[in-house]
């Protein structure tokens, strides 16, 4: 039973590119989060999908939008880079989205590296 | 792998001492939640869970305690061994507003032999 996997684990850019992140959930999983972990501290919600629509966002600016595909998969597109940018992107799954008590299962996260 | 938390606060223990990791929560309204492990170069690895209509959850070697008078949560592991070194979060969430995981700052552990 395969986990949350993610793809690539890192990644280097320049300020002003544009980057896509990828992300598998669980298998039998049907929502996907993304979350931002700068060194030192604990992730941060950036936004989550579920049927293919954006339902919840943090307090991050318009440059992050992603995408949910049929299959449940999930992108993270980040445009114009900062060096603040500069961190460990995470992609969560569960199952269900309101009350439905249920973990997040976590993938190990693509390294994003801004120079 | 790369450090997680490098200027986290840190609980040094002993290999077969029992751990307790402490977590303040900030959500009044938070009706869940969750402890995660996370290893250097690793994602968040889930513990245990605890719903708000429980005060204590156990689990193999680990036990949950939540206190919502003072929003406070606690880890406890049992028998503490070499491969518990990481650092340890816990997140609340409002299931009535969603699945959106709001993370403390995190607590290294460190297991001396």
């Known amino acids: 039973d395969a986990g949350v996997t993610q793809s690539p684990t890192h990644l280097i850019k320049t300020r002003g590119q544009q980057v896509t992140l990828r992300c598998s959930p669980k298998?039998?999983?049907?929502?996907v989060s993304w979350y931002q972990q700068a060194l030192g501290q604990g992730p941060q919600f950036i936004f989550q999908?579920?049927?293919?629509?954006?339902?919840q966002r943090g307090n991050f600016p318009d440059r992050f939008s992603g995408h949910q595909y049929p299959n449940y998969s999930s992108e993270l597109n980040v445009n114009a880079l900062l060096l603040g940018d500069s961190a460990l992107y995470l992609c969560?799954?569960?199952?269900?989205?309101?009350?439905?008590?249920?973990?997040?299962?976590f993938g190990d996260g693509t390294r994003l590296s801004i120079l | 792998g790369e450090s997680v938390g490098l200027h986290l606060p840190t609980l040094s223990v002993q290999e077969g001492d029992n751990s307790i990791i402490n977590c303040a929560y900030s959500?009044?309204?938070?009706?869940?939640f969750i402890w995660y492990k996370q290893e250097s170069g690793k994602g968040p690895q889930f513990i245990i869970d605890?719903?708000?209509?429980?005060d204590k959850r156990q689990g193999q070697r680990v036990t949950v305690l939540l206190n919502k008078t003072v929003k406070h949560l606690s880890l406890q592991i049992a028998a503490t061994q070499p491969g518990d070194s990481a650092v340890y979060f816990c997140?609340?969430?409002?299931?009535?507003?969603?699945?959106?995981?709001?993370f403390g700052g995190g607590t290294r552990l460190m297991v001396k032999p």
């Open positions: 969560a799954s569960s199952l269900g989205r309101l009350n439905s008590n249920q973990p997040q299962h």
């Open positions: 298998s039998g999983h049907d929502t």
């Open positions: 999908y579920y049927e293919e629509e954006e339902r």
């Open positions: 959500n009044s309204a938070s009706d869940y």
């Open positions: 605890i719903r708000s209509n429980m």
């Open positions: 997140a609340e969430n409002d299931n009535n507003a969603g699945n959106m995981l709001t």
